[in-house]
């Protein structure tokens, strides 16, 4: 079983930064692919970037390509996603997610990004 817990979320201007966190228990993070995920008010839950158990590999919706960067940090248990150039329209609530055996199963509660223009 492995629990994720995001942080970092807030209220940001549009054009300023935020830098997301996702703790997660278990010794088998390290093992496991991570992403990220984001829901609107009213939309779908849609993705956002993607990393591989080891970090080398990393994958962005074309919405965020150039702005947000996904890391990770095995030994802390913990991932990243630094989020710049915000936008309005990046305003959702951000889940973390964990993967077994190919699909993603294992989601955080989300935290609340919220960009003003």
């Known amino acids: 079983q492995v629990q994720l817990v995001e942080s970092g979320g807030g209220l940001v201007q549009a054009g300023g930064s935020l830098r997301l966190s996702c703790a997660a228990s278990g010794r088998t993070f390290s093992y496991r692919n991570m992403a990220w995920f984001r829901q609107a008010s009213g939309k779908e839950r849609e993705f956002v970037a993607s990393i591989s158990w080891s970090g080398g590999s990393t994958y962005y919706a074309d919405s965020v390509k150039g702005r947000f960067t996904i890391s990770r940090d095995n030994a802390k248990n913990t991932m990243y996603l630094q989020m710049n150039a915000l936008k309005p329209e990046d305003t959702a609530v951000y889940y973390c997610?964990?993967?077994?055996?190919?699909?993603?199963?294992?989601w955080g509660q989300g935290t609340q990004v919220t960009v003003s223009s």
């Open positions: 997610t964990a993967s077994r055996g190919g699909n993603y199963t294992y």
